[in-house]
């Protein structure tokens, strides 16, 4: 059964500062694996998108990576501005091109000015 | 391009009540999911629907159900409220067909409180 973890849960960093965001998978034969910002209350905003083929993604400030075989992705937020402060959420797509999104709990993140 | 609409935005309900959400996905998408999302659980899958079939489906009970229409549209209904359906419901838009690349992409969602 497919499990997705993200650590850690929260993190709080002053405004500047370069951060990483971690995701590990439980079964590596994953579709793809997508980045997202969810803002309180509100629904899901696709950060970015990663095949499996792929090593890595890059959006502006945002890079993802993403290591199958160790069931492992990272997402790298350069220079963080307050205006991150999101809970982020990792999924990963599970079963082939029809299948499902698998998400895990989500990174709590706090960019203080 | 318009995004994902999801209505409403806001219920709420009383208990063994029933319950039916909307979404228009993206114009040209053809599968759409649905998510549950609350504090303790984060956020589960219900079903999808593509080409008005539904083509998966996550573990919950059949209160739960859901269908397609012909232009994509798809509805959510939760028959026999209870407390525990208080929850953000998500939903997402696809291409959907055979080798599909493409991300999902998210609504609003609709905040169900059951009361």
């Known amino acids: 059964k497919q499990e997705v973890t993200q650590i850690p849960a929260a993190l709080s960093v002053p405004e500047g500062e370069n951060l990483v965001l971690n995701c590990s998978f439980t079964d590596s034969a994953i579709y793809n694996l997508q980045w997202f910002r969810q803002d309180p209350g509100k629904g899901l905003t696709s950060l970015l998108l990663i095949q499996s083929s792929q090593r890595e993604q890059t959006s502006g400030r945002l890079n993802a990576s993403l290591d199958k075989s160790s069931g492992r992705s990272t997402l790298y937020i350069a220079a963080s501005q307050p205006g991150d402060s999101a809970t982020y959420l990792c999924a990963v797509r599970h079963g082939g091109s029809q299948g499902n999104l698998i998400f895990g709990k989500g990174t709590k993140l706090s960019v203080k000015p | 391009k318009a995004g994902v609409t999801q209505t409403p935005r806001y219920l709420i309900k009383t208990r063994g009540q029933q319950v039916t959400l909307s979404c228009s996905p993206i114009?040209?998408?053809?599968?759409v999911s649905w998510y549950q999302q609350t504090p303790g659980q984060g956020l589960q899958f219900l079903f999808e629907?593509?080409?008005?079939?539904?083509?998966n489906k996550g573990n919950f009970p059949g209160r739960f159900s859901g269908r397609q229409f012909s232009n994509s549209r798809s509805e959510m209904n939760v028959s026999t409220l209870e407390l525990g359906d208080s929850a953000l419901y998500l939903c997402?838009?696809?291409?959907?067909?055979?080798?599909?690349?493409?991300?999902?992409?998210f609504g609003s969602g609709t905040r169900l409180t059951v009361v």
């Open positions: 114009s040209g998408h053809r599968s």
């Open positions: 629907y593509f080409s008005e079939t539904q083509r």
């Open positions: 997402a838009s696809s291409f959907g067909g055979t080798g599909n690349n493409y991300g999902y992409t």
